[in-house]
């Protein structure tokens, strides 16, 4: 009794604290938000004059993340609504409503009068009823320099048979936020975490909330046993049993003054009915440990329901937190969980011979970037230098030239050609490694659409689209092409790493050609040190390794960390020999 005792005031301590936070964090986001409700108000106005449904084709959208993208319960359509864009300078946010139609590869951007405001980390579930229905809850809006924000509390829907959005007032619901997961399970939806974020404070939730799609109603549950801590970016899904699974997710704490420190949470837990047949409205938390192989501790995944009882997790980023700075790991890689079995295992292309010979999986795969390894076909008349970019496992971008002479070029392009026709550009046929992309299943195929990565202090925002068919993992399609280089970046300041930075800051192309003649002017006349007749790449390694470092630290300046540095060495080597040999 003692303990159990002590553990319910714990508990309600807790409680109290994390209520007193809230009131602080309200007090002191109310102003901002007050701001931020007149610039809302004004986008909406222009929403107004909307009076009728557009549906026009168009493009694929332009590059964002943390939108959400549905696929439709009736249609062989996906639907992206949302989403929010950063140049480096001005935040943009989404509420543009786009189709892709799945059978014909084509957009379409879909115009319904009286949409729900602009924003981004929201959640959106669909359900089937009358045609299909996409539910929206929350997000967040953010002002233009990205230093203030509006956490909706808004519940809408869009009705997908007649395409017309309505919004559900209904009391009782989660207080604002973004960062949160929501599912439709059964006739509800499940509403869990999330966060709230002022200028100076913030505040992590661990709360559920029930919506009824029957009688329209707000629920908060307060489930039995010890759940989750608080958290935003979970995993959390709804088993063909009607229970809810949460997964990972991120939150961070106030260690001292101007300085947080991040969590990864790795834990698992089940969410559930208690009794057979009573009113579903009490239930339970109970931890869960797995079996097989987790995913590697990460933020900023995505998530989705896959066939065969599982659901599965994909791409994301490891951040290094310091007191100053952060940098991260971007993965690219997919993990199920199966419902069933309870049980973690990663997902393996089973690709042909030809293909995965050249595959480079996981972390090999960042040394691709954003697949921009094209070379540029030249007659092969006298020495030809070949430019590559390569992007380190922590994103670090670097150019590495290959001068050769005219018939090692004609050998270099014969065999590139052979492997073009036996193994369909193998290399290419992975999305790069990303974070806060957008994804969905249907029919057994996850697409994935958008997301970004980052390369010290520039962040480079997708709008690809890449599908796999789960059943088979074969291979991945690439259903659309983007060059990340050739969106725009503006710089707020000098960067301390490279000045020439802001000379190049009205596009990629431009900061794309700055960089290639600051390597010309450093080292284009250096041939690299040649790979010897047999030699394995081990042993070339260890013979050059000195110099790719003294190149690579050349490149990043004196201030970079020695092992960031090595990390983008033994990059520019591998690739260096593998074109080589």
């Known amino acids: 009794m003692g303990k159990k005792g002590k553990r319910e005031k714990k508990g309600k301590g807790a409680e109290k604290t994390a209520a007193k936070m809230e009131k602080k964090v309200s007090r002191r986001a109310k102003k901002e938000e007050e701001d931020l409700e007149a610039l809302i108000a004004e986008f909406q106005s222009l929403d107004a004059k909307k009076t009728q449904?557009?549906?026009?084709?168009?493009?694929?959208?332009?590059?964002?993340?943390?939108?959400?993208?549905?696929?439709?319960?009736?249609?062989?359509?996906?639907?992206l609504f949302g989403g929010e864009y950063f140049n480096g300078q001005k935040t943009y946010l989404y509420n543009e409503l786009y189709v892709y139609n799945i059978r014909k590869n084509s957009w379409s951007k879909v115009e319904i009068p009286n949409p729900p405001p602009r924003r981004c980390a929201h959640q959106a579930a669909v359900v089937p009823t009358a045609g299909g229905q996409l539910w929206v809850f929350g997000g967040e809006f953010a002002s233009p320099n990205g230093e203030q924000f509006y956490h909706y509390k808004d519940l809408w829907v869009l009705h997908l048979a007649t395409k017309t959005w309505e919004q559900i007032k209904a009391s009782g619901g989660p207080s604002g936020r973004s960062g949160h997961r929501m599912v439709a399970c059964k006739r509800q939806l499940i509403i869990f975490g999330g966060f709230h974020e002022s200028a100076r404070d913030y505040i992590y939730y661990n709360d559920v909330y029930a919506f009824n799609l029957d009688s329209f109603t707000w629920s908060k549950l307060a489930p039995s046993g010890i759940g989750p801590a608080p958290r935003s970016g979970c995993q959390m899904a709804a088993t063909p049993e009607g229970s809810i699974i949460i997964y990972g997710g991120y939150s961070k704490q106030r260690i001292k003054k101007d300085v947080d420190k991040g969590t990864l949470h790795t834990d698992m837990f089940l969410l559930k009915t208690e009794g057979a047949g009573k009113e579903e409205d009490k239930w339970a938390w109970s931890r869960l440990n797995p079996s097989g192989v987790k995913p590697t501790p990460r933020s900023g995944f995505s998530v989705a329901i896959g066939p065969n009882n599982r659901s599965l997790l994909f791409g994301g980023v490891h951040d290094e937190e310091e007191e100053e700075s952060i940098e991260g790991d971007f993965f690219n890689d997919i993990y199920f969980y199966d419902f069933g079995k309870n049980r973690w295992f990663p997902g393996q292309l089973k690709g042909p011979k030809s293909e995965k010979r050249k595959r480079r999986r996981g972390r090999q795969a960042e040394a691709e970037g954003a697949g921009d390894e094209e070379m540029e076909k030249q007659p092969p008349q006298g020495p030809v230098e070949i430019v590559k970019e390569v992007v380190a496992e922590d994103g670090t971008?670097?150019?590495?030239?290959?001068?050769?002479?005219?018939?090692?070029e004609e050998k270099e392009r014969s065999e590139s050609e052979e492997e073009e026709e036996d193994g369909a550009l193998g290399q290419q046929v992975e999305p790069c490694p990303r974070s806060n992309a957008m994804l969905a299943v249907k029919h057994g195929v996850l697409y994935v659409y958008g997301g970004m990565f980052e390369v010290g202090d520039r962040q480079f925002t997708l709008s690809d689209l890449y599908s796999i068919d789960l059943h088979k993992m074969e291979e991945w399609k690439v259903l659309v092409e983007m060059d990340p280089k050739a969106q725009e970046w503006l710089e707020e300041s000098e960067s301390d790493e490279e000045d020439d930075d802001t000379e190049g800051a009205e596009g990629g192309e431009e900061e794309e050609e700055s960089s290639e003649e600051e390597s010309e002017d450093e080292g284009g006349e250096e041939q690299h040190p040649s790979v010897q007749p047999d030699e394995k790449h081990a042993d070339y390694l260890s013979r050059t390794e000195q110099y790719w470092i003294k190149l690579a630290r050349s490149n990043m300046g004196p201030d970079a960390k020695e092992k960031k540095v090595v990390k983008v060495a033994h990059a520019m080597a591998k690739t260096f020999y593998e074109d080589s040999v």
């Open 53 to 79: 449904v557009i549906e026009s084709s168009c493009p694929p959208p332009s590059p964002r993340l943390n939108g959400s993208l549905s696929a439709h319960p009736e249609k062989d359509e996906l639907i």
């Open 397 to 408: 971008v670097m150019t590495i030239k290959q001068v050769i002479s005219g018939p090692a």
